[in-house]
């Protein structure tokens, strides 16, 4: 059982390139979060899923994108990467809203 | 808006001393969590405790929800327990959102 899976684990980007954070569960969870945590900081969230096909914006949506095409796999989309996007970012998965989730080891992205 | 606190931001103990983390949370806060991130950055979930007392170990967590507030006690602290505590909350919609506290970072000397 690998839980909350997030590739890759480290990557560094120029200004204005694209990329995706792949985030996956083996739990068959229904909910998952992006979180993005800046040095010193707490973690904000970035968007959220419910289930599969449904996603919703949280505190910091701006400048990313998601899918939810499967309930295993929610991708996280960076377009026009800008220096502010440098951080680490978090996947979680729950099977209901009010139980504990469950993290991945995050991916630290650096924008140069 | 949803706020979450914690107190202090800063902790340093020598190896065997005990510690109490502070969380104080909004009323429109439920469902408190607290995590440990450990050196390498990963987040570990330590208790799911809305409210009571639960222990686990060395660590234990009571929450008073009517008070509005949370403690992680932490006994006999070795230097494996350095790192950041986060606690982090649902709002009150029931889509399971976390809202975090901005931590306290542990510093266990030997």
């Known amino acids: 059982n690998a839980g909350v899976t997030q590739t890759p684990k480290f990557r560094i980007l120029k200004i204005g390139q694209s990329m995706t954070l792949q985030c996956t569960q083996d739990?068959?969870?229904?909910?998952m979060y992006w979180y993005r945590q800046d040095p010193g900081m707490g973690l904000k969230l970035i968007y959220y899923s419910v289930g599969a096909g449904i996603t919703d914006k949280g505190e910091v949506p701006n400048g990313y994108n998601v899918s939810r095409s499967t309930t295993e796999d929610f991708p996280l989309r960076l377009e026009l990467a800008a220096p502010s996007q440098t951080s680490v970012y978090f996947c979680?998965?729950?099977?209901?809203?009010?139980?504990?989730?469950?993290f991945g080891d995050g991916t630290r992205l650096s924008i140069l | 808006g949803i706020q979450v606190e914690q107190s202090p931001p800063d902790l340093i103990l020598q190896e065997g001393a005990n510690s109490t983390l502070r969380c104080n949370f909004s009323d429109s806060v439920n469902n408190l969590q607290w995590f440990h991130q450990n050196p390498w950055g990963q987040l570990i979930n330590l208790f799911y405790i809305p409210s009571g007392t639960k222990q686990n170990g060395r660590l234990s967590a009571t929450t008073v929800a009517t008070e509005r507030y949370s403690l992680l006690y932490i006994s006999s602290s070795q230097t494996t327990d350095s790192g950041v505590y986060f606690c982090a909350g649902h709002g009150s919609s029931n889509t399971g959102k976390l809202i975090f506290g901005q931590g306290t970072t542990l510093q266990v000397k030997p």
């Open positions: 739990m068959n969870h229904n909910y």
């Open positions: 979680a998965s729950t099977l209901y809203s009010n139980q504990p989730q469950h």
